[in-house]
C-alpha cells in the first residue's frame, strides 16, 4: 500500500508563490472593495517578498508602491510595550509598579499595575471603542484630558479579573514613559528602536495626516465607492495607534523580534507572555501582542485600526517568518483575509488536508452503507473493531440517510505517532463526523463514525 497519509505540505518554488500570493491579494481587495494593500513576507529572518496592489489615491487613481506609508493603528501598541521593557532593563521602572506611582489620582490606581494596562486587563474603560471617528474626536486633545474623562470612571471590572480591549490603557502607559525617559514617546522610540533599526519611514500620524507621496485613507458605506473619511484630532492616537510606516519597516521590526536584538531576552519573554487572570486563565495576549498556536505554530501577531486604514501584522518566531499586510480602508476584514490567505500559501502546515484521505474515507463510508468492509484498509486493531456485528449496524443505520453528498476535512494533526484527520461527510439526510488515526503505512488504524448534526 502506499505510504500516503503523512503528507507533508511542500512549499511551491518561490516565483510561484509570490504569483499566487499576488493573484489572492488582487482577490480580496476586488471582494471587500479595499483600494489598496501594502504587504512584506519575511522568510528565513529576511525580507523575502514586498509588493504594493490597488490604488494609493483613488481620486488620482495613483498605484500603491511599497515605498508608501499606511497608518498601522494599534499594531503601534507592541512599540509602547517595547519602551517599557527598556526602561524596565534601565531599573527606572518596574511592570508591577503601581499607576499610583505617577497618576494617584486615578480610579484604583493603587491596584492598577503596568502589566495590568499593557496587557488590557486593569478595568480602565475604552475611550475609543468605534470604528469610525465621532465628532468629539475632530478636535485636537490632549492626552491628560482622555485620562480626565475615562480613567477617573469606576474601573468596568477588578484589575487582573478580565480582560477587555481598552485604548486607555497605552495613554497611560505612553505618559508613563515620557515622565520616566525625560522625553517624548516617538523621540524615545526613534532613538532606541527606529533608528538602530533602520525604520526611516516611521511617521507620527497623530500629529498630522500622511502626505501626498503615501496612501491615502478611506471608508465605504456599505458597498458605496471609497470615501475619504475625517482625520483624527491631534492626541487621540498617541501611544494608543499613532504610527505609520512602509511594510518594510515594520518587517525589519518582525525580523529584530525573532533575533532579540532590541531587548533582552528577559524582556522578550515578558512580552510574549501570556497574562493570566486572578483565577489562572490565560487570556492569550501579551504587552500589546495577540499570542496563538496557529496550525502547530507559534503565532505573535496584532491587528490595527484608524480613520481609514487597517492592517494586520503576524510574525512565527520559531519558524522566523511574518506577515505584515496594510490595507487604506477602514472598518475592513482584507488586511486579515490577506494575511490568512498568504500564511497558508507561503507558510503551509506541516501536514496538509489530503484529497486522497478524503476519497477513501468516502469509498469506506459508501462500502459500509452497503453492509460491507475493504479489510485492506485497515490495521489489525481496527478489523477487530469492525466486528460482524458491527459491519451490520453500520450498514443498517447508514443506508437509510442516502447517498454520499460531499466530504470535507478539517485540520490534520499528530498523536501516538499517526496522523489524526476529522472529517465531515454530508449526506441526502444527515451530516455525520469522521475520526481517523492514520499509520505511516497508509492503513487506518481508526474510523469512527458519529452524528454531526
Known amino acids: 500500500m502506499r505510504k500516503l497519509l503523512l503528507l507533508l505540505a511542500f512549499a511551491l518554488p518561490l516565483s510561484a508563490q509570490w504569483a499566487d500570493v499576488d493573484k489572492a491579494v488582487n482577490e480580496i481587495l476586488a471582494k471587500t472593495g479595499a483600494p489598496s494593500a501594502s504587504l512584506a513576507i519575511v522568510k528565513d529572518g529576511k525580507i523575502a517578498y514586498e509588493q504594493a496592489y490597488g490604488l494609493a489615491r483613488v481620486d488620482t487613481k495613483t498605484p500603491a508602491t511599497p515605498a508608501m506609508r499606511y497608518a498601522i493603528g494599534s499594531v503601534s501598541k507592541q512599540f509602547t510595550a517595547a519602551a517599557i521593557l527598556l526602561l524596565v532593563e534601565e531599573g527606572k521602572l518596574s511592570l508591577d509598579d503601581k499607576v499610583v506611582r505617577w497618576f494617584p489620582e486615578l480610579t484604583r490606581a493603587k491596584d492598577v499595575t503596568i502589566r495590568h494596562l499593557l496587557t488590557m486587563t486593569s478595568g480602565y474603560s475604552d475611550y475609543w471603542p468605534q470604528d469610525y ?92 465607492p471609497p470615501r475619504v473619511p475625517p482625520k483624527e484630532g491631534k492626541g487621540w492616537l498617541f501611544a494608543a495607534g499613532g504610527l505609520a510606516m512602509t511594510a518594510h519597516d515594520l518587517a525589519l521590526w518582525n525580523i529584530s523580534v525573532m533575533d532579540q536584538s532590541v531587548l533582552q531576552p528577559a524582556s522578550y519573554r515578558e512580552l510574549t507572555r501570556d497574562m493570566q487572570l486572578a483565577n489562572g486563565i490565560g487570556v492569550r495576549y501579551g504587552l500589546g501582542v495577540g499570542l ?162
Open 133 to 224: 471617528v465621532m465628532p468629539m474626536m475632530l478636535n485636537d486633545v490632549q492626552a491628560n484630558e482622555i485620562l480626565e474623562q475615562w480613567a477617573k470612571q469606576p474601573l468596568d471590572f477588578e484589575p487582573g479579573t478580565k480582560r477587555q480591549y481598552s485604548n486607555t490603557n497605552y495613554i497611560i502607559a505612553g505618559l508613563i514613559i515620557e515622565r520616566v525617559s525625560g522625553m517624548p514617546l516617538m523621540q524615545f522610540l526613534g532613538a532606541r528602536v527606529f533608528t538602530p533599526l533602520g525604520m526611516k519611514s516611521v511617521f507620527n500620524t497623530d500629529q498630522s495626516a500622511l502626505g501626498p507621496e503615501d496612501a491615502m485613507r478611506y471608508e465605504r458605506f456599505a458597498l458605496g
Open 292 to 453: 496563538s498556536m496557529v496550525e502547530d505554530r507559534r503565532s505573535i501577531s496584532h491587528g490595527g485600526e484608524v480613520s481609514g486604514f487597517t492592517s494586520f501584522n503576524q510574525i512565527f518566531p520559531d519558524d522566523r517568518g511574518a506577515i505584515t499586510v496594510l490595507v487604506n480602508l477602514v472598518a475592513s476584514n482584507a488586511s486579515g483575509d490577506i494575511a490568512t490567505k498568504i500564511r497558508k500559501l507561503v507558510f503551509p502546515p506541516a501536514i496538509g488536508p489530503s484529497t486522497e484521505a478524503q476519497a477513501i474515507v468516502r469509498r469506506a463510508f459508501e462500502d459500509l452503507q452497503r453492509g460491507r468492509i475493504d479489510r485492506s484498509l485497515f490495521t489489525a486493531n481496527a478489523n477487530a473493531y469492525f466486528s460482524e456485528q458491527a459491519v451490520k449496524d453500520f450498514g443498517a443505520s447508514l443506508r437509510p440517510m442516502g447517498k454520499v453528498q460531499e466530504v470535507t476535512e478539517d485540520t490534520p494533526y499528530l498523536r501516538g505517532g499517526m496522523v489524526g484527520r476529522t472529517f465531515k461527510v454530508k449526506t441526502a439526510k444527515k451530516t455525520f463526523g469522521i475520526s481517523t488515526f492514520w499509520m505511516k503505512t497508509g492503513q487506518l488504524e481508526q474510523y469512527i463514525v458519529t452524528a454531526a448534526e
